[in-house]
């Protein structure tokens, strides 16, 4: 039972432009919501993270919107860099347990 | 401050052997936990050790083992390897148990053929 899904293994996008990464969960215990970037032969790197009771956070260019009705969370990354391209895994907690979900590739394009 | 360091980095295995894999916290980091990560299954949770004591278990079978030690280092233990075993293992440091972000080493490799 995957209760953290990110549906597109895979994105591309150009640099400059906005990427938005998705992350779907089911258990409406989550309280915390993270978003880790992972490079090959790196291990994730945490990158922002949203508490339940709020809807947005922001961090720079990387910002976290968090839709609990619809049980769902992005990350967007505006303006999108070459160095951006990474494996980006979301990540929801309760009661200290990290679940991950399957990872979205991220390829930003010069 | 060095970061979470694993070793060995890379290991071969035969089904129905057994491996150790070593995990050293960031310095002060008294909770560490695992993860397996395999392609299309992203990285599930094994078990995480605070002070010595197993905290919290993921859904893997018995063969999958842990200890952590006085100084925080952990070590992990698969026994009787099987073909699906073949992962990279991960483990995460954090200041206290159940703390949300956590700090991760660069993993080990393995390979059971």
């Known amino acids: 039972d995957q209760q953290v899904k990110q549906n597109s293994p895979s994105l591309s996008v150009q640099e400059g432009r906005i990427s938005i990464l998705n992350c779907d969960y089911t258990n409406s215990m989550f309280d915390y919501f993270l978003w880790y970037k992972k490079y090959p032969a790196e291990g994730p790197t945490f990158l922002i993270s949203i508490s339940s009771i709020k809807d947005k956070n922001e961090d720079g260019r990387f910002t976290v919107f968090l839709n609990k009705s619809a049980k769902h969370l992005s990350l967007h990354i505006v303006p999108s860099q070459p160095g951006d391209s990474a494996v980006y895994f979301c990540?929801?907690?309760?009661?200290?347990?990290?679940?991950f979900g399957q990872g979205t590739e991220l390829s930003v394009k010069p | 401050k060095a970061g979470v360091t694993q070793t060995p980095r890379y290991l071969i295995k035969t089904r129905g052997q057994q491996v150790t894999l070593s995990c050293s916290p960031i310095s002060g980091h008294r909770s560490v936990s695992w993860y397996q990560q395999t392609p299309g299954q992203g990285l599930q949770f094994l078990f995480e050790y605070f002070s010595e004591t197993q905290r919290n278990k993921g859904n893997f079978p018995g063969r999958f083992s842990g200890r952590q030690f006085s100084n925080s280092r952990s070590e992990m233990n698969v026994s009787t390897l099987e073909l699906g075993d073949s992962a990279l293992y991960l483990c995460?440091?954090?200041?206290?148990?159940?703390?949300?972000?956590?700090?991760f080493g660069p993993g080990t490799r393995l390979t059971v053929l």
């Open positions: 995460a440091s954090s200041f206290r148990s159940s703390y949300n972000e956590q700090f």
């Open positions: 990540a929801a907690s309760a009661g200290g347990k990290l679940i």
